[in-house]
Structure formats: C-alpha cells, structure tokens
C-alpha cells in the first residue's frame, strides 16, 4: 500500500509560482511511475503531467506544457510540480498519483493510488 500526501497549493496571482509537493510513503517511489492530475469545479478530474521511473522521461498535458514541470526525488520519496506563469484556468485540486505498471499514462484508471489533493486557486 502506498499512502500520497500532497502540499503546497495555496492562493496566488495570475502570473505567479507555486511548487507542489507529493510524498509517499508505504513503498519507495522509484518503482512507480508518478502522475499529477487536476480536478476543477464542475469539471472531471484531468491529466497534468507524468513521470517515469528513472526521472528521465516526463509529458505534460497541452494546457501545462511549457508552465509546469514534473520532477522526483527518489531518494526523498518525493514527486514535484513546479508550476510557473498560473493562470485563473489552472485553479483547482490538484492530485498525486501513483502507478505501478510501466509506460507514462494520461489515464486516470491506470493509477492504483492517489493522494487526498491539495487546493490551488489563481486569481485574476
């Protein structure tokens, strides 16, 4: 069993940077791949980014790609969002996922484990 417990949301300003945090515990990370996904008002829960195992391959959603970075450290048992230039779309809960197969999915179902979330909000 794996237990994920995210920080670091908070409210900031159009423009702006956070930095999320999600530590695991239960299970080293460095045999899962790590995910981040995004839950706003009214909407369904979304991909964001993902990162393999190693560290060395990431993806990102389109909305995110060029904003947000997705980073690990195994040695922590720690996943990292760093989230640059927010916008008031990106507001919303933001959840850490873990996944225990191989390959770097966008798909919710393929997660065994996820975290309680934490909230961002981004004002205009």
């Known amino acids: 069993q794996v237990q994920l417990v995210e920080s670091g949301g908070g409210l900031v300003q159009a423009g702006d940077s956070l930095r999320l945090s999600c530590a695991a515990s239960?299970?080293?990370?460095?045999?899962?791949?790590m995910g981040w996904f995004r839950q706003a008002p009214t909407k369904e829960r979304e991909f964001v980014a993902v990162i393999d195992r190693s560290g060395y391959s990431t993806y990102y959603s389109d909305s995110v790609k060029g904003r947000f970075t997705i980073s690990r450290d195994n040695a922590k048992n720690t996943v990292y969002l760093q989230m640059n230039s927010l916008k008031p779309e990106d507001t919303a809960v933001y959840y850490c996922a873990a996944d225990s197969s191989f390959g770097l999915s966008q798909s919710l179902r393929r997660y065994d484990y996820w975290g309680q979330g934490t909230q961002v909000t981004v004002s205009s």
């Open positions: 239960g299970r080293t990370i460095s045999t899962l791949t």
